[in-house]
C-alpha cells in the first residue's frame, strides 16, 4: 500500500483515535439521557406509590394490615374510580367517603353532592369543602400529619429505588392550584427532576403534593458506574494502543533514518582504510620502496594501522549482531578493574600521541575485582574513552578514575567536551543512535553502535550506565559494576 506511508499514516492514526474516543464520549451522552429518563420514571414511580398508599392508610387508620381491604384499596379497579372521585371535587361536586369499621366487617360509603344551580355562575356552584363535621382546624391538622407520612413514604419509595438525592416538595393548594412556597416554586423551575401533582388523602383534599429534585446527578453517575469505569477503561486502552503504535511508528522511522546513516558512516568508514593501505601499497611498488626501507616502512605502519583499525570495525558489528541475537558467551573470571582501565589508557596514549589529547588515570587506593570478561570489559573502556577523545573537541581533557564500595565498583570517564542533552541521554544507548545536528561533533565519525555495545554488555555483567555533567562543559558516564564476591 503505496499511499500508507509515514506521512500519511500519521493523520490517519490521529483521525482514528479522535474517531474513537469522540464515539466513546457520544455513546456515553446518549446513555446518560437515557438512564436520566429512566430516573425520571423510577421518580414517577415512587412518588405515585408513595401517594397510593399515604391515601390507602388515610381510609384504614388502625387496619392498615386487612388483606381485603387492602385487596380493594390496592386494586387498579379503586384506582380508576378514586380518579374519578377525586375528579369530581375539581368540578365543584362534592364528594364525601366514609369508612367505619366493625367487629366483623368494614362499612365504606361514598355520596355525592350535586349543586342544583348549574346555570349559576362558577364561583356560586363552590361547595365548601369541609364534609360534615368536619372543621377546617381538624383538616388543616389532619392534613399536616397525612403530608409528613406521604412525604416519608416517597423517601422510603426512592431509598428503594437507591435515589438518595437532596429534594423538597412543592404543596398546591388543592382548588385553585397555587404554590403555597413562591421561593421553592422559583427554585423548582431550574430543577431537574418535578413530580405530577398528587392528593395524599382520600377523606380530603386541601392540598396536592409536588416532588422536586433539583439535581440527579448523583443518583447518574452512581447507576451508570460500570459504563463509566469501562468507557474510562477503553479511552486509556485505545490512548495506550495509539501512544503504542506512534512509538512504534517513531522508532521506526527511526531506524530507518539510523540504518541510512548507518550504511553512509559504515561505506565511509570501511572505505578509508582500504583506500589508504591501497595507496600505500601503490607507492610501494611504485616508486620501488624496497630499496628506502625507512620510508617502506613508514607506508606499512600506516597500511599495518588501518588493517588494525578495519579489524576493530568488523569486531564492533560481529559483536553486537551476536549480542543482540544473544549468541555471545561472556567468559567470566576474576578481573581487575585497575589494571584494565591502565592497559587502555595506555594504549590510548599511545594512539593519540599529537599531544593535544590529555588523558588523566586516577586508580583507587583499594584493589577493585569483578567477575567480568576481560575481553569485553576492556572494549567497553576503550569505546567510553574513545567517545570522550572523539567527542571533545579540539584539545580533549579527560578523567579515568575508580573507586571502590563494599558492594559495588564505579568506573568514571568524565570529559570536557559539549556535554549530551537530558532529552538524549536515554536514546545514545539505542542501536544506531547518534545525537543530529550537533555542529561540534558533526564531522566526527562513527556507526552509533559503541554505547549499545557498552550499556549491553554492563547489564549483563549485571551492573548499570549512567550519564551526567553540565551541557557545554562536559560529560561524566558512571559505570556501577557489582564487586567480586570471593563466596
Ligand atoms: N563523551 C561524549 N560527549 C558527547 N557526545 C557523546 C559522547 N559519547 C557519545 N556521544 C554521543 O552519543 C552518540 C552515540 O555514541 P556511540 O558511541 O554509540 O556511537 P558513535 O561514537 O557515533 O559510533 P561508534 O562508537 O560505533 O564508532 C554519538 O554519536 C555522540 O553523538
Ligand atoms: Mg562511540
Redesign the pocket.
Known sequence: MKWLSHRNAQPLVYVAMIASIGLQIAWLVQLFDAQKLQVKRDLDQAVANAARMSEYLSVAPGHENNANFKSFFLSPQWLQLKQAYTQMRHMGIMSRFESSFRNDSTQIKIALRIANNSSAPKKARKISILDDGETMESVIKEDRRDLIRMDSLVKLECERQKINEDSFYILYDYMTGKPGSRENWIRSKNADYKSEHFGYNLNFFIHSYQLVVPSLTKTLFYRMRYYLGSSFAMILLTGLAFWFLFKVMRSERFYTNARLAFTG?MTH?LKTPVAVIEAALDSITRYELANDPIRMDHYLKISKNEIHRLNQ?ID?VLNLEQLDNGNINLRMELYDIQQGLESVVLSMRLRENSGLVKIDYQPSEDPCFVNGDPVHLTNVFY??L???I???GSKPVIKVSCKCTTSHVLIM?Q?N????ENI?RTR??ER?????E?P??HN???????????KEIINRHGGKIE?S?ILGQ??L?TIYLPAYDEI
Open positions: 558512516n568508514e570495525i564492533k569505546n567510553l574513545d567517545n570522550a572523539k567527542y571533545s570517564f570529559d567536551g559539549p556535554g549530551i538524549y545514545i544507548f544506531f543512535f547518534r545525537i543530529p550537533n561540534d561533533i566526527v565519525k562513527g556507526t552509533g553502535l559503541g554505547l549499545h555495545y557498552v550519564v555533567g562536559g560529560t558516564f
